[in-house]
C-alpha cells in the first residue's frame, strides 16, 4: 500500500483543516488506518484510527470531540476534519495503513509523507 498525505497548511487558532490520504493499491478496504503526528523534538503519536469498514473509531484524548476520521473504500481514500485548531496541534502529520486495527501502537505496516500543520496564536 502506498499513501500519500495532503491538506495541510498554516491556521488560525480556532481554525479548521481537512487533511486527505490516498492510497493505492487493490486491497485499501481490507486495512485499518490512522493518522498520527510527531512535533518537533516529540515522539510520533496517533492521533485516530479507523478499522477497515470505518464502524470503528479511536481518537487521543488531546483531540477528541474536535477532529474525525472517516474513509472512503470506493475513492481509496481516508481523511482527518479537524476542527477548533489550537497551537499545540502543530506538528507533521502522518497517515498509515495496517492489516491490523493497531489504535494503540505506533507500529503500523505502511507510511505516508507528512504534511505539515501549522497553527498560529
Known amino acids: 500500500v502506498q499513501l500519500q498525505a495532503s491538506g495541510g497548511g498554516l491556521v488560525q487558532a480556532g481554525g479548521s483543516l481537512r487533511l486527505s490520504c490516498a492510497a493505492s493499491g487493490r486491497t485499501f478496504s481490507g486495512y485499518a488506518m490512522g493518522w498520527f503526528r510527531q512535533a518537533p523534538g516529540k515522539e510520533r503519536d496517533v492521533v485516530a484510527a479507523?478499522?477497515?469498514?470505518?464502524?470503528?473509531?479511536y481518537y487521543s484524548k488531546s483531540i477528541e470531540g474536535r477532529f474525525t476520521i472517516s474513509r472512503d473504500n470506493a475513492k481509496k481514500m481516508v481523511y482527518l476534519k479537524m476542527n477548533s485548531l489550537k497551537p499545540e496541534d502543530t506538528a507533521v502529520y502522518y497517515c498509515?495503513?495496517?492489516?491490523?486495527?493497531?489504535?494503540?501502537?505506533?507500529?503500523?505496516?505502511?507510511w505516508g509523507q507528512g504534511t505539515q500543520v501549522t497553527v498560529s496564536s
Open positions: 498509515a495503513a495496517d492489516k491490523i486495527y493497531r489504535y494503540d501502537s505506533s507500529q503500523w505496516d505502511y
Open positions: 479507523i478499522n477497515w469498514s470505518g464502524g470503528t473509531t
